[in-house]
Protein backbone atom coordinates (compact mmCIF):
# COMPACT_ATOMS: atom_id res chain seq x y z
CA UNK A 1 0.00 0.00 0.00
CA UNK A 2 1.20 3.95 -0.78
CA UNK A 3 0.05 6.72 0.62
CA UNK A 4 0.22 10.14 -1.36
CA UNK A 5 -0.12 13.64 0.22
CA UNK A 6 -0.04 16.63 -2.68
CA UNK A 7 0.57 19.84 -1.45
CA UNK A 8 1.84 23.24 -2.68
CA UNK A 9 -1.39 24.26 -4.66
CA UNK A 10 -2.48 28.03 -4.73
CA UNK A 11 -3.62 30.93 -6.82
CA UNK A 12 -0.70 32.71 -9.15
CA UNK A 13 -0.28 35.20 -11.54
CA UNK A 14 0.46 34.28 -14.86
CA UNK A 15 4.00 33.85 -15.37
CA UNK A 16 4.47 33.21 -12.06
CA UNK A 17 6.12 29.76 -10.24
CA UNK A 18 4.36 27.03 -8.07
CA UNK A 19 5.92 24.31 -6.31
CA UNK A 20 3.92 20.97 -5.66
CA UNK A 21 4.86 18.32 -3.13
CA UNK A 22 3.58 14.98 -3.02
CA UNK A 23 4.89 12.74 0.39
CA UNK A 24 4.36 9.25 0.24
CA UNK A 25 4.16 6.64 2.74
CA UNK A 26 3.65 2.87 3.05
CA UNK A 27 5.92 0.85 0.95
CA UNK A 28 9.12 1.74 0.43
CA UNK A 29 9.46 4.88 -1.66
CA UNK A 30 12.71 4.04 -3.88
CA UNK A 31 10.77 1.00 -5.18
CA UNK A 32 8.00 3.13 -7.27
CA UNK A 33 7.70 5.14 -9.99
CA UNK A 34 6.01 8.42 -9.58
CA UNK A 35 3.80 10.59 -12.10
CA UNK A 36 2.06 13.84 -12.06
CA UNK A 37 -0.99 14.46 -13.64
CA UNK A 38 -3.87 17.29 -14.12
CA UNK A 39 -7.65 17.48 -14.55
CA UNK A 40 -9.04 20.94 -15.58
CA UNK A 41 -12.79 21.24 -15.17
CA UNK A 42 -15.07 19.21 -18.67
CA UNK A 43 -11.64 17.21 -19.28
CA UNK A 44 -10.16 14.24 -19.00
CA UNK A 45 -7.36 13.71 -16.40
CA UNK A 46 -3.40 14.24 -18.42
CA UNK A 47 -0.42 13.49 -18.23
CA UNK A 48 1.93 15.99 -17.16
CA UNK A 49 5.43 14.54 -16.35
CA UNK A 50 6.95 11.27 -14.86
CA UNK A 51 10.59 10.05 -12.77
CA UNK A 52 12.02 6.58 -12.16
CA UNK A 53 12.62 4.95 -9.53
CA UNK A 54 16.15 6.32 -8.69
CA UNK A 55 15.23 9.97 -9.86
CA UNK A 56 17.59 9.55 -13.40
CA UNK A 57 15.16 9.34 -15.85
CA UNK A 58 12.09 11.94 -16.46
CA UNK A 59 9.54 12.49 -18.83
CA UNK A 60 6.80 15.41 -19.74
CA UNK A 61 4.49 16.05 -21.51
CA UNK A 62 5.25 18.73 -24.84
CA UNK A 63 2.96 21.22 -23.00
CA UNK A 64 4.54 21.64 -19.77
CA UNK A 65 7.96 20.68 -21.42
CA UNK A 66 10.64 23.26 -20.56
CA UNK A 67 8.55 24.93 -17.94
CA UNK A 68 8.00 22.22 -15.53
CA UNK A 69 10.42 20.02 -13.82
CA UNK A 70 9.74 16.61 -11.84
CA UNK A 71 12.57 15.60 -9.31
CA UNK A 72 12.44 13.46 -6.06
CA UNK A 73 14.05 13.19 -2.87
CA UNK A 74 14.02 9.27 -1.83
CA UNK A 75 15.36 10.14 1.60
CA UNK A 76 12.45 12.54 2.70
CA UNK A 77 10.02 10.02 0.57
CA UNK A 78 9.04 13.35 -1.74
CA UNK A 79 8.23 14.33 -5.41
CA UNK A 80 8.43 17.43 -6.41
CA UNK A 81 6.58 19.68 -9.39
CA UNK A 82 8.59 22.80 -9.85
CA UNK A 83 5.98 25.10 -12.30
CA UNK A 84 7.80 28.10 -13.81
CA UNK A 85 6.09 30.82 -16.46
CA UNK A 86 2.57 29.34 -15.60
CA UNK A 87 -0.45 29.99 -17.86
CA UNK A 88 -4.17 30.09 -17.43
CA UNK A 89 -4.53 27.15 -19.40
CA UNK A 90 -2.53 25.32 -16.60
CA UNK A 91 -5.07 25.49 -14.41
CA UNK A 92 -6.05 22.59 -12.97
CA UNK A 93 -6.46 20.07 -10.20
CA UNK A 94 -2.75 18.49 -10.14
CA UNK A 95 -2.49 14.56 -8.63
CA UNK A 96 0.92 12.71 -7.88
CA UNK A 97 0.40 8.98 -8.74
CA UNK A 98 2.74 5.88 -7.94
CA UNK A 99 3.40 2.89 -10.19
CA UNK A 100 4.72 0.36 -8.49
CA UNK A 101 4.75 -2.11 -11.90
CA UNK A 102 7.25 0.12 -13.50
CA UNK A 103 5.09 0.41 -16.92
CA UNK A 104 5.97 2.03 -20.01
CA UNK A 105 2.72 3.49 -20.44
CA UNK A 106 3.70 6.19 -18.23
CA UNK A 107 1.33 8.64 -20.01
CA UNK A 108 -1.59 6.62 -19.11
CA UNK A 109 -3.48 7.65 -15.76
CA UNK A 110 -4.93 3.72 -15.71
CA UNK A 111 -1.58 2.10 -14.90
CA UNK A 112 -1.15 3.74 -11.91
CA UNK A 113 -1.56 2.11 -8.95
CA UNK A 114 -2.09 4.90 -6.47
CA UNK A 115 -3.52 8.63 -6.61
CA UNK A 116 -3.02 11.49 -3.86
CA UNK A 117 -6.13 13.89 -3.27
CA UNK A 118 -5.17 15.97 -5.67
CA UNK A 119 -3.96 20.09 -5.27
CA UNK A 120 -5.75 22.85 -7.05
CA UNK A 121 -3.00 25.02 -8.81
CA UNK A 122 -5.20 28.18 -10.61
CA UNK A 123 -3.53 31.03 -12.87
CA UNK A 124 -4.84 33.91 -13.58
CA UNK A 125 -4.40 36.06 -16.33
Known amino acids: QVQLDESGGGLVQAGGSLRLSCAASGRTFSTYAMGWFRQAPGKEREFVARVSRSGSSTYYADSVKGRFTISRDNAKNTVYLQMNSLKPEDTAVYYC??????????????????WGQGTQVTVSS
Open 97 to 114: AADVHSTTRYYTPGVYDY
